[in-house]
């Protein structure tokens, strides 16, 4: 009986979006407040049904009702509890339904941070979001309905895939969805200000922290994926340049030049139409993403064929809002890239090769990813893009970026000058050389001229960052004072970037300088990389909750020194009869140890996977760094309002007087 | 032409000769980087690539997984159930590698004609049975009727 209720609150539920997603857009432009009014109810309404919703889905997957079909597939009875609850958005149907969960949440917030807004600009916000919203409802009852019946009822359920039974994947999708479907905010903005006709300044600083906050999530949930995917797939990858990973990297990439581009337009009225399409297809790329990952594209075309209904459900629902708001975009744009002027040499021009230049990495991205696709689906062959084509075109696109950023840390708005700009940077130009030939000097290696080109960019980065922060407080009478009272804006954009370059340094370093080796290996025996010596000392067996294992012990010794102990498990999961990998990770500032087991061999050694994996944690270390930075930003006081601003700058202005 | 209209064409210039470079080397990257699928059949047609990596796929032959003695060297066959060939490969195989499983490999035919593989893929799921592979097999069975209409 529940799970018919939470189809019935899903269908309520669609019901009250369907008021949300047209009432308001209609009182908006005919000037009819009490139809704007509806907006905000409507959006809370709907997120408390869909939140119901949800917790009974919640509560069949808990208490084990294997009589609903989506639950039978997932979940098991012997399934720990937490990994219950994450099963809920392990598939298909209940990840939508997060998805929508969560969209209706970002709506919400909306409604509560709308003091500044006109009244008819926040109906009209709330409702494109409504509009989405009722897309994603339809597609979820008409298709993939998460409450459909199994009859007769499963004795026990199928399991959630092993590979997800793990804790980074509890939170890895719900800060993923946070941040793809946290992009449907500054798409509603946009597309509110294009209806109304009025794109100005001040709605670059009313986007900007909703663009800055899905940036944020997204940020932090493709890490999450990447370090996930490190421990979990058991051979010390952390990127690959897969479908999945790209689906969630395209949003992320346009929604940094996304929130460059914003700085300009807030701060000095130019770019406005590149922001707006900027905001359109970092959505736009969401969407495409949630379906790449969900629709079944990705495993396999032929999905499509086999659920027709999902598929063209898709198609029509993706061409209506991409298509949808770029005819809105054409009709209603602006025509000219007026408002704001400013001399080819200026911060403007420096943010907009940064974003254009984050646009050309994602085109290449897109290319790669959709390319086998779309041959595939027409029947001209089955290709594949290999690793080395994002490699080699994805750091063509960054070096520039990364030279650029340096420069652009110096610029001045509206009018500069290169000889400025290269008084300005030499020192940090010296600098950033000597730590590339320094770094180069102690990690040696074979391919020392990539590695340094490299490590000297990365550094380029945090020197000019560093010059950058002393060159605003050394002019100031108080340089001290003013050290500790910088912009909180500027704060997170340093913090930010230090993470970027602490991602550049940890990937060039990961990939140059990671040692791997595969051994065959008795316990009894060692192997040695780098100056590590691995001793594999015991074999164990012992049963899991709902698995067996095989634990191996490790000990590592430097210099005759023993510094760690490792314990790589095999596990066999029963339900699905399925053996998994579970690597001993020794991690560190400057380097991972890692030790995975491969299968048994006949005469009782093992195969045995060792790396050693220098800088790879500065990579993640980067990614927290970025979101943190986001974080610190959008707390600037002048992102929330002038007033506040004004009144602040009053207050400072007084304690300084005194 | 007055100076700043000289500087915009110079601009302009420069950026549009600088996205045609970009784009020129975006495509030979992309070209290089292409890998093509062959099902068994197809590499006994002899239709696959000598000089190029390309990936083959099918099922593992049950009994044909061999491992060489003292080295993570191991060769099988694979097949789509009309053709097999020889796959070796030397590291550590995925999880889900079994006899009966279907795998994707990625690598280069050597002179005395196996497979090297220098990566064995096979999914994280029981079930599932990568597309390319699917595909292979069911173009096996369609020629295989075709050859004998009962």
């Known amino acids: 009986m529940i799970p018919e209720i939470g189809q019935f609150i899903l269908a309520l539920a669609l019901a009250v979006t369907c008021v949300q997603a047209t009432l308001p857009i209609v009182g908006a432009i005919r000037g009819y407040d009490n139809w704007m009014a509806l907006a905000k109810p409507a959006a809370r309404i709907q997120f408390l049904l869909v939140l119901t919703a949800f917790a009974i889905l919640v509560h069949a997957f808990v208490t084990n009702d294997f009589s609903v079909a989506y639950v039978a597939q997932n979940s098991n009875s012997a399934l720990p509890t937490a990994y219950r609850v994450s099963a809920v958005w392990g598939a298909h149907e209940g990840s939508l339904l997060l998805w929508v969960l969560i969209l209706c949440g970002w709506t919400v917030a909306v409604t509560v941070f709308d003091k500044e807004l ?24 008409f298709t993939s309905n998460p409450f459909a019946r199994l009859l007769p009822a499963a004795g026990d359920g199928g399991d959630l895939n092993p590979l997800l039974q793990d804790p980074g994947l509890i939170i890895h999708p719900p800060m993923l969805y946070i941040g793809y479907v946290g992009t449907s905010v500054a798409f509603g903005f946009a597309i509110a200000a294009l209806i109304q006709g009025r794109i100005t300044a001040q709605a670059a600083r009313w986007i900007r922290p909703w663009a800055i906050g899905s940036w944020i999530f997204l940020t932090i949930g493709i890490a999450l994926g990447s370090w996930w995917a490190y421990y979990e797939l058991g051979w010390g990858g952390w990127w690959f340049w897969d479908p999945v990973e790209n689906a969630s990297f395209m949003p992320w990439l346009l929604g940094t030049a996304l929130i460059h581009s914003l700085a300009v337009t807030e701060k000095r009225g130019a770019f406005k139409n590149w922001t707006i399409l900027l ?19 990705l495993t396999s075309v032929h999905a499509f064929a086999t659920d027709p209904g999902r598929g063209v459900f898709v198609l029509v629902l993706l061409g209506t809002v991409i298509g949808g708001s770029f005819i809105l975009y054409a009709w209603r744009g602006p025509s000219t890239f007026a408002g704001g002027s400013y001399e080819p040499v200026s911060r403007e021009i420096f943010l907009l090769l940064n974003s254009a230049l984050l646009a050309v990495a994602t085109a290449t991205v897109l290319l790669g990813t959709l390319y086998p696709l779309v041959l ?5 062959g089955k290709i594949s893009v290999g690793p080395p084509y994002f490699n080699v075109v994805f750091s063509a696109v960054m070096l520039p970026l990364i030279a650029l950023m340096g420069f652009g840390q110096f610029s001045r708005w509206k009018s500069d000058s290169f000889k400025r700009l290269v008084t300005q940077v030499k020192y940090a130009f010296v600098a950033a050389l000597g730590i590339a030939i320094v770094a180069i000097a102690l990690l040696g290696g ?70 791997d080796l595969h051994q065959k290996l008795a316990p009894g025996e060692r192997a040695t990389i780098a100056n590590y010596e691995f001793h594999f000392t015991d074999l164990s067996s012992f049963d899991g ?19 760690e102990v490792l314990k790589p498990q095999k596990r066999l999961y029963l ?62 006081p002048r992102l929330r309002s002038p007033s506040t601003v004004r009144r602040e700058a009053t207050a400072t202005a007084h304690t300084s007087s005194d | 032409m007055t100076p700043t209209r000289k500087k915009r064409l110079l601009i302009v210039l420069a950026i549009v000769g600088g996205m045609g470079v970009a784009a020129a080397l975006i495509l030979t ?18 239709a696959a690539p000598h000089e190029r990596k390309f990936r083959v796929g099918g099922l593992v032959v049950n009994g044909s997984v061999k491992r060489v003695p003292d080295s993570l060297t191991i060769e099988f066959a694979i097949t789509d159930t009309a ?20 795998i994707v490999a990625h690598g280069q035919t050597r002179p005395d004609g196996i497979f090297e593989a220098s990566e064995v893929l096979a999914k994280h799921d029981e079930n599932y049975m990568p597309p390319e592979v699917a595909s292979a097999l069911a173009d096996a069975k369609a020629g295989a009727m075709q050859a004998n209409p009962q």
């Open chain 1, 545 to 563: 909750p709902n698995y067996k294992v095989t634990e191996a012990t490790f000990e590592i010794f430097q210099d005759g020194q023993l510094v």
């Open chain 2, 83 to 102: 053709h097999e060939m020889t796959v070796a490969y030397t590291g550590i195989l995925p999880d889900l590698f079994r006899e009966g499983q279907g």
């Open chain 2, 29 to 46: 990257a992309f070209e290089k980087n292409l890998m093509y699928f062959y099902s068994p059949s197809e590499v006994a047609a002899g």
């Open chain 1, 118 to 141: 006109p009244r008819s600009f926040a109906a009209l916000v709330v409702s494109v979001m409504g509009i989405v919203s009722v897309g994603f409802l339809s597609f979820m009852l």
């Open chain 1, 446 to 515: 074979d391919k020392i001229v990539s590695a340094g080109i490299g490590i000297g960019f990365g550094a380029w980065i945090m020197v000019t960052i560093v010059a950058g922060i002393f060159e605003r407080c050394r002019n100031r009478e108080h340089p001290w004072y003013a050290l500790f009272h910088l912009p909180r804006a500027f704060v997170g954009q340093c913090v930010a970037h230090l993470g970027f370059a602490s991602t550049v340094i940890g990937v060039v370093v990961t990939s140059y300088y990671t040692i």
């Open chain 1, 279 to 297: 905001a359109l297809a970092t959505f736009a790329l969401s969407l495409l993403g949630t379906f790449l990952v969900r629709s079944g594209v």
């Open chain 1, 376 to 380: 595939e689906a027409l029947g001209l």
């Open chain 1, 575 to 636: 339900v699905r009869n399925m053996p998994m990998t579970e690597a001993g990770i020794a991690p560190g500032f400057t380097r991972d140890l890692y030790v995975a087991l491969g299968e048994p061999l006949p005469d009782g050694a093992w195969s045995v996977r060792m790396h050693f994996k220098p800088f790879i944690r500065w990579i993640w270390l980067g990614a927290i760094l970025m979101a943190l930075g986001g974080f610190i930003a959008i707390f600037d």
